[in-house]
């Protein structure tokens, strides 16, 4: 199994570009997170019978409204409509499809889920930018970003993928998608950015699941 992952995914960023051009990025980014690892989990228990411990479920669910908090949902001033949301649904459940197909992809595949994944990523955006009258065309000075951006991705992607050989998929999707973390601290590291109080209890939580995942 595994052939929808690439499409999936690819056609799930595809649309939140657009969302994203309809809302806000605050408000594009929960949704799409929360439903990439809530569909996950609820295809791997009630479908594929998981059953993780009570500690690693309890992690799992707090997870979820972590994931929300911590992308900056309802934060003051977002006051700009979810035009987009329809958008924002349909990304998420691309980012869905991914996560739950790349976690069936056998280890006698090695590299061609990959592979196939980053061939159809750029069918995709040279489909998009096509549609819209974009120029398909890197800046010189964008060049290395991307590629240091697409070699990280490409990783992370590989990473996820062996960490279900080892895990459950409800529990190596969740903290997979926990990534909001990542960039909200650095900004908070690098940039002085200053946190909303939903933000702040986001971190906690988000930081109360793991523990509660991993110690079991």
Known sequence: MGCPVWPGKRHGYHVSLHGHGESKISQVVPVVAVLGAAIPVLVS???????????????????????????????????????????????????????TAMGHV???????????????????????????????????????????IGAAASGSLALYALSTRYSMLSISV???????????????????????????VGLMSAAAAVVLITVE
């Open 45 to 99: 228990i009630f479908l594929l019978g998981e059953r993780p411990g009570v500690l690693a479920l309890s992690g799992v669910v707090l997870a979820l409204p972590s994931i929300w908090m911590v992308s900056g949902a309802g934060r003051p001033g977002d006051d700009k409509g979810m035009d987009g949301l329809s958008d924002c649904l349909v990304a998420g459940l691309g980012v869905a499809l991914q996560y």
């Open 174 to 200: 969740v903290l997979s998608s926990l990534y909001p973390v990542i960039p909200t601290v650095l900004a908070v590291w690098l940039l002085r950015e200053r946190l909303v109080p939903i933000q702040l």
């Open 106 to 148: 056998s280890a006698e595949s090695g590299v061609w889920p990959l592979v196939a994944n980053r061939t159809v990523s750029i069918m995709l955006v040279v489909a998009y930018g096509r549609t819209v009258g974009r120029r398909l065309h890197i800046p010189a000075g964008y060049l290395w970003s991307a590629l240091w």
